[in-house]
């Protein structure tokens, strides 16, 4: 098999990994409270993510290695992994109480934060695509803003909120990417938001184990989204440029909309699915663009 082929292999992968997190979550939070959720969803992927430091780590991927990462990087790791606590809680939290298509569709809005903080901060320039490519994502996220101002207005700003987050996370991470190892940042993430909700639940009023069918959604969505997934995505990154990852992504929306639509029955307004095109339009642009600007600067 070629470089090619397995690239888009694990690309595939991992975009229904992704889009799974999405379908999964959903079916257990409608039943199962957020703090039981986070901890056996993460809990899973601790023991997962334990079991691949221990037996395919290696002597980079050691929990030798991983603690004088976290020592020599200390105030970059509380932040991330803080910020990164934060902005899942409120994920989960809106896939609780929104369609998960509609929060996929927001989530495309990554790219142009991004842009925005690199443009403010790292002064990098924006070209006639990326500035297309914007104004299509900021007209799809006001007219989805606009579909929803009798109904979740405010989740929808959540939403926002939370996705920048994210961005301004990943240009930290840009600006830090020497530093660290992706192995150690996804581990330790992972043991973060695992242990800050068995620690809360632990005193606020012991641990609630869900029941069968729930418990067993929990143990695989918390193998296919934290690390199955994951894993698929940094091993597609290894033989794909990263632009073409990044641009192929996009389609993560339409795979949820899918599976909101067919397997939970969610039904989205022609407005709000027309509102998500133009996001992931828009941002398909932004990526085309940028990877232009990049080779243009080389």
Known sequence: ????????????ISLLCGASVYIISKSILKVVDINSFMIFWFGTASFNVTFFILFFGG?????????????????????ILSSELGAALLFFYLIKCMNPAVISFIEN?????VLIISILFLKEKMNKIELLGGLISLSGIILLTFSYINGSLFLILLSVLDIFVYAVNATVIRWYREKFTSICLASLRIYTIFFAFFIIDLFKKGIFVPNGKYLFLLL???????????FSYFKSLQYLKAST???????????????????????MSKKSFISGVL??????????????YQVKTE
């Open 279 to 292: 996001i992931v339009l828009g941002t398909a642009l932004l990526i085309k663009g940028r990877e232009k």
């Open 220 to 230: 695989i969505g918390g193998t296919v989204g934290p690390f199955l997934g994951m």
């Open 109 to 113: 809005l990554n790219p142009l934060f």
């Open 59 to 79: 002597n980079n991927t050691s929990y030798k290695s991983i603690f004088l990462e976290l020592r020599k990087n200390l105030l970059f790791y509380i932040y």
């Open 245 to 267: 990852v990044s641009f192929i992504n996009r389609l993560k929306p339409f795979l949820v909309f899918f599976g909101a639509s067919f397997i939970l029955g969610y039904e």
């Open 1 to 12: 098999m070629t470089d090619d082929k397995k690239g888009f292999l694990y690309l595939f």
